[in-house]
């Protein structure tokens, strides 16, 4: 048994678990409320780079991005208690459910979008942790930190409008071990595509070949 799980035994017994829909004890999330957060169609695949449909004509499947749901109603109550409610059970429930859109073949490793440097007298776990090692339970693709941010930024859900995350300057990232040569990148929500971005781009600078990216939802377009 590792840190992170118990972590969450810890977590259960000082907050018993419940699915964040409809109440129902024992449980991180309900199937059947599950269901109903991904019952729509998957949004289709998009460019990070550009934002258009992918592959795109100038980048290929580059930078691709791929999602379960689009960020509103249930999906979006469920990935915010994943990320605020303080129990890592069910962002590793909603990581397994992102397997689902793990690349076919060998060689993948996951990492994720790095946490922002924090100071908390209570250590936590960070809940893309979470979501890296329920995508990894289910697809065997192994995870690994790769990232980290280069200085201290306003996180992207503080930034005022897309304009302004759109200016994340381009060495945000740096990579922190031997970057392998097929990654698969994940995040929990991706809303201008440019923080993926950035984070693609670095590890391709560090030497990957082929990135995916991949999150739990994507912002719905006007």
């Not at 999330?29 to 695949?45: G, H, K, R, Y």
């Not at 793990?102 to 007298?121: C, L, M, N, Q, Y």
Request: hydrophobic share 40%; net charge positive; glycine share 10%.
């Amino acid at each position: 048994m590792n840190w992170l799980e118990l972590a969450g035994i810890a977590s259960h017994l000082f907050a018993p678990r419940s699915c964040p829909l409809c109440g129902e004890l024992g449980r991180f999330v309900c199937e059947d409320c599950l269901s109903t957060a991904l019952s729509a169609p998957a949004p289709l695949p998009r460019c990070v780079a550009c934002g258009g449909p992918s592959p795109c004509v100038r980048h290929g499947t580059r930078y691709e991005l791929r999602a379960l749901a689009v960020h509103k109603d249930a999906a979006r109550e469920l990935l915010l208690c994943s990320k605020y409610g303080g129990a890592g059970g069910l962002a590793r429930r909603l990581g397994r459910e992102m397997a689902r859109l793990a690349p076919e073949g060998e060689g993948w490793t996951v990492t994720t979008i790095p946490e922002h440097s924090h100071f908390s007298v209570f250590p936590r776990v960070f809940h893309l942790e979470w979501m890296a090692r329920g995508f990894s339970d289910a697809s065997g693709i192994p995870a690994r930190s790769l990232l980290s941010w280069t200085r201290k930024f306003v996180p992207q859900k503080e930034q005022p409008d897309a304009r302004s995350r759109r200016d994340l300057p381009r060495d945000c990232f740096a990579c922190t071990h031997d970057v392998p040569g097929k990654i698969v990148l994940l995040d929990d929500v991706s809303t201008t595509g440019t923080t993926l971005e950035r984070a693609a781009s670095c590890l391709y600078a560090g030497g990957a070949k082929e990135v995916r990216c991949v999150a739990f939802s994507v912002a719905a377009r006007g």
